[in-house]
């Protein structure tokens, strides 16, 4: 997985996505990852690459860009903002989607140890 801040800036980790494949434009709605009319739940996706972006002075300049795989293949970009959390569903899809990556991470590390 890509880590936070690995590029400048949002504009430049969504070039590198796409020049990587990510080429679907996602979105957040009740609870789903959504791909036009295709919806996704926590299942179905997997956090390929997470950059986190943080604005000078104002915090509304604050973004995550997420690099998605779905189970079918299909790959794409989510960009979410901080008022993005006022929609419990989608908290909570993100929070698995998170928790999913970090035991991953976590069992990953448990795996490496001598």
Known sequence: M?????????????AQLRAAG????LSLKDGF??????????EDIRIASLSR?????????????YGLEMRNGLKGILVTGDGIYSDSNTVALLQKL?????????????????
């Open 2 to 14: 890509n880590e936070k801040f690995r590029y400048a800036s949002a504009s430049e980790a969504i």
């Open 22 to 25: 990510f080429d679907k434009d």
């Open 33 to 42: 990852v959504w791909s036009g009319s295709e919806k996704f739940g926590a």
């Open 53 to 65: 972006y943080e604005g000078n002075s104002d915090p509304g300049d604050e973004a995550t860009v």
């Open 98 to 114: 998170h928790r999913a990556k970090l035991d991953k991470y976590l069992s990953s590390a448990a795996d490496q140890k001598p």
